[in-house]
Structures are given as structure tokens and as C-alpha cells.
């Protein structure tokens, strides 16, 4: 058996090397480092999969965050309302705004927020809400949009862990992750379903407006060489990484569909432990609400398969796991609002009883496009014989 990698960047650059290598070292040849063609490519073939109007690239996923927030015209100590279970860069870039974080609670399902408790978190001070496609699942976004509708609130879909990843509207349509609020944002760290060389993000409007504005703001306010019309940052998608994106980006879908075929299996091998709770899928983009993984949607695109255990010891699983060579992560051990970072003496811990027990349950298995039969029966047969 070859070793398990949590992420497997290298077999899945051995099935794309030639067409990799050739276009990176093109970009060398030309010495067009920075905005180049390769980047305009880029941009024009993610706005057609995502059959959104406007994709402007970045430097990294946390930038499209802030920027997205920019381009909004946030005023320090206007309030965000945000996932309190999700990785810190959501909130970093609210606090770095001098905006206020208001963290919610999440579902205890798909581990997404809790649109009961955004309502439950609106005051006179709140503009925007932020949700997290987290793990690959699409928040509930008709229930969202619904409470920004009524409250007069901007939406910024925080996308980076859901690329691809389709949702089915009450209004019977399709539309992918990231196009559905005022504005969104996703990362191309290497690790992400869609991933680059090194870091790189973009972000996602149908704002003409909007996106304009933001064209200002990630070239230093400039639109003219030397004309600073707003104020802006130096967060710029170089064409190297973006000749990464463009090699990767038509394999977007088969990638997904490798990674539902590696949840399929992980959740067949678990079935009747009683201890072990597989990803519960929602049933947002499919025709028919289910439970399961099925063959025909991208309603999770499994950026990461993330178990909830009870009754276990997690941390030991953890380190057991470890010892057999088998990675795993803790996305994620501290609830964002016990961070020392985002303290907060509002916060009311029987508000997130939900963000408290995953974060003593949750543990996350490798995850990629290569995973085989055999590191998969492994893994599972691993984890069961601990947890029986």
C-alpha cells in the first residue's frame, strides 16, 4: 500500500504534469508575471463555470475576504454575523476592519450556521452576514437570503471550501456555491478541491458596480496607472499560479466526483457503528432531499470527510491514527469565540452548546482525488478496531 496523505498533491500533479509544466514554463518565457494573460484566462473561464458575472483573482482566500468587505463600504464597528465553528481567517479579516464579530452557532448536522440563531443575533448595528460552505456543504442559503431580504443586509458567502459545489433553490433553481449573495470569496490554497501552487483567491460578484470597485481596491485604488481613486491593497493572482488554475480548473468536477466516491466508500464502511457519525448531507442541489452520497449532484464537494465520534476518545483516535501512519485533523478544537484573539463578554456559552460538542467530536480523515481501495479499507478497519 503507498502512503496516506491527508492531501495527495503530487499523484494529482502526475495525472496533469505535461499540460502544467508546459503553460508554467510559458508564463517564465514571457516574463508576463503579473496580470497577465494566463490570469485573464483564468478569470474568463471560472466566470463560465460558475456562470457568474464578474470574477476578479487575488492573492489569497483571506484578501477576498477583506476586500469583499471593502468593496461593501463596511464602517468600523458595523456588526458581521458569522459561523462561531470555521476557520479563524472568516472572523481575522472582520476584526482587522475594525468591524465587530458576532459569532452564531451552527447546525449540528452539516456543521453550517444555524440560520435560528442569525436571526437571534440581528441588532440595529448589523450589516452583513458571512456563511461558510463548511467541509463542502452549502449553507442554507434561501433561509439566509431570506433574513438578509428582510433586514436590509449584504451576504458574503464565504466560499472557500466549497467550490464547485451546487445548491438547489426553494425557486427550483441550480446555481453554484459562491454565486448565490451580494458577494463571495474563495481560496486556491494548495490544499482546496480547487488549488494552486502556492497561495491565490478570488472574488465573485454580479455587481457591475460592485465589481468595479473592487477591480480599484486589489490594484492600489488604481483603475489609471498613478490615479488612486479609492483605497485599495496590493493583492494581486500571479500568472504562474494562475496557469495552475487553468490547467486544474476543467478537471474541477471529475475532482469532486473522486472525492464523493472516496465519502461513499468511507460512509459503506462505517454503516451500523453505533459510535461513528457520518457527514449527513443536507440534500441542497438534488432533486430529492437524501441522507446519502449520491451519483447525480455536487451537494457536497467533501473538501474534507469529517467524522463526529461518541462516546470516544478523540485525541487518543487522533494519536492512534497517527501511529499507524494514517494523518487525520481536528477541524476545528477551539471554538472561535473561546480564542483569546476574539474574546468577547456578550458571548453566553449556552448560546453554542452545538460549536462546544463538535469541537470534542469532530476529527477529519484524508481526504483527496487519488485515495485507493485499499488506504481507504485501512483507514476504516483502523478506526473501527478503536472505537469497538
Known sequence: MKKIQMVDLKGQYEQIKEQVDSSVLDVIQSTAFINGPEVHNFQKELEEYLNIKHVIPCANGTDALQIAMMGLGLKPGDE??????????????????????????????SFNIDPKAIRKAITPKTKAIVPVHLFGQAANMDEIMEIANEHKLFVIEDNAQGIGADYKSQDGKTLKTGTIGHIASTSFFPSKNLGCYGDGGAIFTNNDELAHTIRGIVNHGMYKRYHHDVVGVNSRLDSIQAAVLRAKLPNLDQYNNARRAAARKYNKAF????????????????????????????????????????????????????????????????????????????????????TNQLVKEVISLPMHTELDNEQIDFITKTIIDFVS
Open 80 to 109: 458581521v454575523i458569522t459561523a462561531d465553528f470555521t476557520f479563524a481567517a472568516t472572523v481575522e479579516v472582520i476584526a482587522l476592519l475594525q468591524l465587530t464579530p458576532v459569532l452564531v452557532d451552527v447546525e449540528p448536522d
Open 271 to 354: 454503516e451500523g457503528i453505533s459510535n461513528i457519525i457520518t457527514p449527513q448531507i443536507k440534500g441542497n442541489g438534488c432533486a430529492t432531499n437524501h441522507d446519502t452520497i449520491c451519483d447525480t449532484c455536487n451537494c457536497h464537494v467533501f473538501h474534507q470527510y469529517t467524522l463526529k465520534v461518541i462516546d470516544v476518545d478523540r485525541d487518543a483516535l487522533a494519536q492512534h491514527l497517527n501511529e499507524k501512519g494514517i494523518p487525520c485533523g481536528v477541524y476545528y478544537p477551539i471554538p472561535l469565540h473561546s480564542q483569546k484573539a476574539y474574546l468577547d463578554e456578550r458571548y453566553n456559552e449556552a448560546d453554542f452548546t452545538v
